[in-house]
């Protein structure tokens, strides 16, 4: 088995390993259609993703002149409610997730799904998929509580303590992956097909990749470095 760069492989969920817009997309609508409000065009959905469920409908309802804290949180609510029974209606893994995932785990390398969805969901998705089996740790935006989520450093920290130390990478699609990777000192690859809220050049990460299939070659040239 040839040398693999990095003991461990942090990876986003949205926008890097599956295609969720649709669904997310979905649920935001259900909860502006709840409180009364017009539905964000499905084309408007991409840019709000990252920060999990609750930035994503914040930034809709603030971009509309904001809502009191109490109708927020019906509407929030209402959200939640829907993506717990319509997760995994439209959501798909990328081109090459499933060959990729198997091919950095074949060369040694262990998997840690970061996300900043609840890990709840995180894991409804990912079973709905076949792919939960897959990770060594699973790690969402509500796993270590308040103010530990992505942009913050933690989540990362924590799932490399938790499979013992290594080299760590990251791999994400939104500025609060490249964050995160920096504020951990760790190496960043953006997916530059997913919900990248900036240019994926203009992100910061250390490489962009155009298809999850490019990942192992981009973490060879990244390990040489
Ligand atoms: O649900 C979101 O907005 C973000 O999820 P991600 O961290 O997996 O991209
Ligand atoms: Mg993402």
Same mark, same amino acid.
């Given at each position: ?29 259900? *909860? %502006? ?6 539905? /964000?065009? =499905?084309? $408007?959905?991409?840019?709000?993703? @990252? ?76 079973? *709905? %998929? ?6 060594? /740790?699973? =790690?969402? $935006?509500?796993?270590?509580?308040? @103010? ?68 192992v070659p981009a973490l060879e040239r990244l390990g040489e470095r």
């Open positions: 088995m040839a040398d693999f760069p990095f003991d461990i492989v942090g990876l986003d969920l949205d926008g890097t390993l599956l295609e969720t817009h649709r669904d997310l997309g979905a649920a935001v609508n259900h *909860a %502006l259609v709840v409180g009364g409000q017009e539905p /964000v065009p =499905l084309a $408007g959905i991409e840019g709000l993703i @990252g920060g999990g469920a609750k930035a994503m409908l914040r930034r809709v309802t603030d971009s509309r002149g904001g809502l009191p804290e109490d109708e927020f949180q019906v509407l929030y609510k209402a959200l939640l409610a829907y993506y717990a029974d319509h997760n995994s209606d439209h959501t798909r893994p990328y081109p090459g997730v499933e060959d990729t995932l198997g091919a950095i785990t074949a060369r040694g390398a262990r998997l840690a799904l970061i996300t900043n969805k609840f890990e709840s969901f995180a894991r409804q998705i990912l079973d *709905a %998929l076949g792919l939960a089996q897959r990770f060594d /740790v699973i =790690l969402g $935006g509500d796993t270590l509580g308040k @103010g530990r989520s992505k942009p913050a450093p933690d989540p990362l920290l924590e799932a490399r303590a938790m499979l013992g130390g290594g080299s760590f990478v990251y791999v994400g699609d939104s500025s609060y992956d490249v964050a995160a990777a920096r504020a951990a000192g760790v190496p960043v690859v953006v997916a530059g097909y997913g919900y990248c809220d900036r240019p994926p050049t203009e992100l910061g990460g250390d490489a962009v990749i155009d298809s999850f299939a490019e990942l």
